[in-house]
């Protein structure tokens, strides 16, 4: 069995800062990308970024120079910083990573989501 567990959210003003904690645990061999989904009310779950074993990134438009990502593969953890933030990212935000389970066999897991909510 392998669980992400997501913290961090919460809710914040306009313009303040939340940072994302993502852990992955269990039979776990070695992570690929591992990355950050957002989904508004009403809205398709997107892509918010994501970050590959080797540290290359990759952002939504909305969120470039605003939100980084960072992970530490010895933790088998993703940090999703947010600053600057608007009430448009007000959203359920989710985790996910490409695990290579101890089979050698890769799954796609999700985290259960955690609230962001920014306030006007």
């Given at each position: 069995?392998?669980q992400?567990?997501e913290?961090?959210?919460?809710?914040?003003q306009?313009?303040?800062?939340?940072?994302?904690?993502c852990a992955?645990?269990?039979?776990?061999?070695?992570?690929?990308?591992?990355?950050?989904?957002?989904?508004a009310?009403?809205k398709?779950?997107e892509?918010?970024?994501?970050?590959?074993?080797?540290g290359?990134?990759?952002y939504?438009?909305?969120v470039?120079?605003?939100?980084?990502?960072?992970?530490?593969n010895?933790?088998?953890?993703?940090y999703?910083q947010m600053?600057?933030?608007?009430?448009?990212?007000?959203a359920?935000?989710?985790?996910?990573?490409?695990?290579?389970?101890?089979?050698?066999i890769?799954?796609?897991?999700?985290?259960p989501?955690?609230?962001?909510?920014?306030?006007?």
């Amino acid at each position: 069995q392998v669980q992400l567990v997501e913290s961090g959210g919460g809710l914040v003003q306009a313009g303040g800062s939340l940072r994302l904690s993502c852990a992955a645990s269990g039979r776990i061999f070695s992570i690929n990308a591992m990355g950050w989904y957002r989904q508004a009310p009403g809205k398709q779950r997107e892509l918010v970024a994501s970050i590959t074993t080797g540290g290359s990134t990759n952002y939504a438009d909305s969120v470039k120079g605003r939100f980084t990502i960072s992970r530490d593969n010895a933790k088998n953890t993703v940090y999703l910083q947010m600053n600057s933030l608007k009430p448009e990212d007000t959203a359920v935000y989710y985790c996910n990573a490409g695990v290579v389970r101890t089979t050698l066999i890769v799954y796609d897991y999700w985290g259960p989501g955690t609230q962001v909510t920014v306030s006007s």
